[in-house]
C-alpha cells in the first residue's frame, strides 16, 4: 500500500511538470507569434528623388537661378521680365509699359532648360521675341502725347500801344533713339530708366521780328516808331486826303527802295503823267518803304508844307531827313498798324 501511494506521488509531479512545462512553451510561442505579427505589420518607406537643381552660379540674363528648382527658376525669371519699363521725359512724366504692352514676349522655358544642363557660373541668355510693329505703335503715342510744335512771337495793339508775345519753342519726341533705346532694354532684360529724347523746333517769326513797330495814326497824322514795345521816335506826317484815304489795317513793309523813280499809279489822278527819276522833283523824295497795302508806301516829300495834313493819294509822307533815318531803321518785314486815331 505504501507502494501504492509513491506511485501515484510520483504521477501526479510528473503531471504537473508537464502543466508547467505547456505552459511556459505557450508563453514562448506566444511572444513568438507576438514578434512575428510586429515585424509583419512593419512597412517599408522609399523615398522619390525630386528634380534635379540648376548648377550653382548659373544666371539667366541677370537673374541668379543657381541651386533652384526649375519652378523656382521660371517663376524667379518671369518675375523679373514681367516688370514695366520705365520711360522718363524731364523728370516730370513718367510711363510705364508692361513687356506685354510693348509688344514683347519671353522663351523662358528654353532658357531654363538650357540653364539646368549648363556648368556652374554659366550665363545664359534670355530669348526674347518683339513685335516691332506694336513698339512703333507705342512710341508714335508718346510721341502723339509729348509732341509740342513752336509758337510763333505775335504782335498787336493794346490802347495804341504794340504788345508783344513772345515766341515759344516746340519739341518733336526722337521716334528712332526712342523705339531702339526700348528694343534693347527688353531683349536685355533691362529696366533700367529710359530717357524720352527730344529734338527743339525753333518758331518761324521770334520776337526780334518786332524790335521795330511802326503804329501810324491817321487822324493826328502822327507816325511812332516802337523799339519792341518802347516808344523810340515821334514823327509828323501827311496822309491820304478825304476822297484817297490811307488805309487802316495791320501791315507790313514788303520793299525799300533808295533814290527811288515814281511811277504813275493807275488811277485817275495820275492820267496823263509820265515816269520821274530820281531827283529833287520826285514826289517819293529819297526814299521809299512800300507797304503789302497795294500802290500805299511811306516815303519821303519835296513838299515839306504837306507834312501835318491829309492831303496825299493814300501814302505817307515824311520830311526827306525823317523818311531817310526811318529807312535805315527798319528792315523789310517791319510790322505797320495805321489805325484812325
Given at each position: 500500500?505504501?507502494?501504492?501511494?509513491?506511485?501515484a506521488c510520483a504521477l501526479l509531479a510528473c503531471a504537473a511538470a508537464g502543466a508547467l512545462a505547456?505552459?511556459?512553451?505557450?508563453?514562448?510561442?506566444?511572444?513568438?507569434?507576438?514578434?512575428?505579427?510586429?515585424?509583419?505589420?512593419?512597412?517599408?518607406?522609399?523615398?522619390?528623388?525630386?528634380?534635379?537643381?540648376?548648377?550653382?552660379?548659373?544666371?539667366?540674363?541677370?537673374?541668379?537661378?543657381?541651386?533652384?528648382?526649375?519652378?523656382?527658376?521660371?517663376?524667379?525669371?518671369?518675375?523679373?521680365?514681367?516688370?514695366?519699363?520705365?520711360?522718363?521725359?524731364?523728370?516730370?512724366?513718367?510711363?510705364?509699359?508692361?513687356?506685354?504692352?510693348?509688344?514683347?514676349?519671353?522663351?523662358?522655358?528654353?532658357?531654363?532648360?538650357?540653364?539646368?544642363?549648363?556648368?556652374?557660373?554659366?550665363?545664359?541668355?534670355?530669348?526674347?521675341?518683339?513685335?516691332?510693329?506694336?513698339?512703333?505703335?507705342?512710341?508714335?503715342?508718346?510721341?502723339?502725347?509729348?509732341?509740342?510744335?513752336?509758337?510763333?512771337?505775335?504782335?498787336?495793339?493794346?490802347?495804341?500801344?504794340?504788345?508783344?508775345?513772345?515766341?515759344?519753342?516746340?519739341?518733336?519726341?526722337?521716334?528712332?533713339?526712342?523705339?531702339?533705346?526700348?528694343?534693347?532694354?527688353?531683349?536685355?532684360?533691362?529696366?533700367?530708366?529710359?530717357?524720352?529724347?527730344?529734338?527743339?523746333?525753333?518758331?518761324?517769326?521770334?520776337?526780334?521780328?518786332?524790335?521795330?513797330?511802326?503804329?501810324?495814326?491817321?487822324?493826328?497824322?502822327?507816325?511812332?516808331?516802337?523799339?519792341f514795345q518802347q516808344l523810340r521816335r515821334s514823327f509828323r506826317v501827311a496822309?491820304?486826303?478825304?476822297?484817297?484815304?490811307?488805309?487802316?489795317?495791320?501791315?507790313?513793309?514788303?520793299?525799300?527802295?533808295?533814290?527811288?523813280?515814281?511811277?504813275?499809279?493807275?488811277?485817275?489822278?495820275?492820267?496823263?503823267?509820265?515816269?520821274?527819276?530820281?531827283?529833287?522833283?520826285?514826289?517819293?523824295?529819297?526814299?521809299?518803304?512800300?507797304?503789302?497795302?497795294?500802290?500805299?508806301?511811306?516815303?519821303?516829300?519835296?513838299?515839306?508844307?504837306?507834312?501835318?495834313?491829309?492831303?496825299?493819294?493814300?501814302?505817307?509822307?515824311?520830311?526827306?531827313?525823317?523818311?531817310?533815318?526811318?529807312?535805315?531803321?527798319?528792315?523789310?518785314?517791319?510790322?505797320?498798324?495805321?489805325?484812325?486815331?
Amino acid at each position: 500500500m505504501r507502494r501504492s501511494l509513491l506511485v501515484a506521488c510520483a504521477l501526479l509531479a510528473c503531471a504537473a511538470a508537464g502543466a508547467l512545462a505547456a505552459l511556459l512553451a505557450g508563453g514562448v510561442s506566444a511572444a513568438r507569434m507576438l514578434t512575428t505579427g510586429s515585424t509583419t505589420t512593419t512597412g517599408t518607406t522609399t523615398t522619390n528623388p525630386g528634380p534635379p537643381l540648376i548648377p550653382p552660379g548659373v544666371t539667366i540674363s541677370g537673374v541668379s537661378v543657381g541651386g533652384l528648382s526649375p519652378e523656382e527658376a521660371t517663376d524667379a525669371v518671369r518675375a523679373r521680365f514681367e516688370l514695366p519699363l520705365p520711360l522718363v521725359l524731364n523728370r516730370r512724366h513718367q510711363l510705364s509699359p508692361t513687356p506685354e504692352t510693348l509688344g514683347a514676349s519671353a522663351h523662358i522655358d528654353e532658357a531654363i532648360n538650357r540653364a539646368r544642363t549648363s556648368q556652374p557660373g554659366t550665363t545664359v541668355v534670355l530669348p526674347v521675341l518683339i513685335d516691332g510693329n506694336v513698339v512703333r505703335a507705342y512710341v508714335f503715342s508718346v510721341a502723339r502725347r509729348f509732341n509740342r510744335p513752336p509758337v510763333n512771337a505775335q504782335v498787336f495793339l493794346r490802347r495804341g500801344r504794340p504788345v508783344i508775345v513772345a515766341d515759344r519753342a516746340g519739341r518733336t519726341v526722337d521716334r528712332l533713339r526712342l523705339t531702339q533705346t526700348i528694343v534693347a532694354r527688353l531683349r536685355a532684360t533691362s529696366r533700367a530708366w529710359v530717357r524720352i529724347r527730344t529734338k527743339a523746333l525753333s518758331a518761324q517769326t521770334t520776337r526780334r521780328a518786332f524790335r521795330s513797330v511802326i503804329v501810324i495814326r491817321r487822324g493826328s497824322n502822327r507816325l511812332l516808331v516802337y523799339h519792341f514795345q518802347q516808344l523810340r521816335r515821334s514823327f509828323r506826317v501827311a496822309t491820304g486826303q478825304s476822297v484817297y484815304p490811307t488805309p487802316l489795317g495791320r501791315f507790313s513793309i514788303v520793299v525799300k527802295w533808295r533814290n527811288p523813280w515814281w511811277y504813275p499809279p493807275n488811277s485817275r489822278w495820275a492820267q496823263g503823267q509820265k515816269p520821274i527819276p530820281p531827283g529833287p522833283s520826285n514826289p517819293l523824295g529819297t526814299r521809299w518803304m512800300g507797304l503789302s497795302a497795294p500802290g500805299v508806301g511811306i516815303h519821303g516829300t519835296p513838299n515839306p508844307a504837306s507834312i501835318g495834313y491829309s492831303v496825299s493819294h493814300g501814302c505817307i509822307r515824311m520830311y526827306i531827313s525823317d523818311a531817310e533815318w526811318l529807312f535805315n531803321t527798319v528792315d523789310i518785314g517791319t510790322t505797320v498798324f495805321i489805325t484812325s486815331a
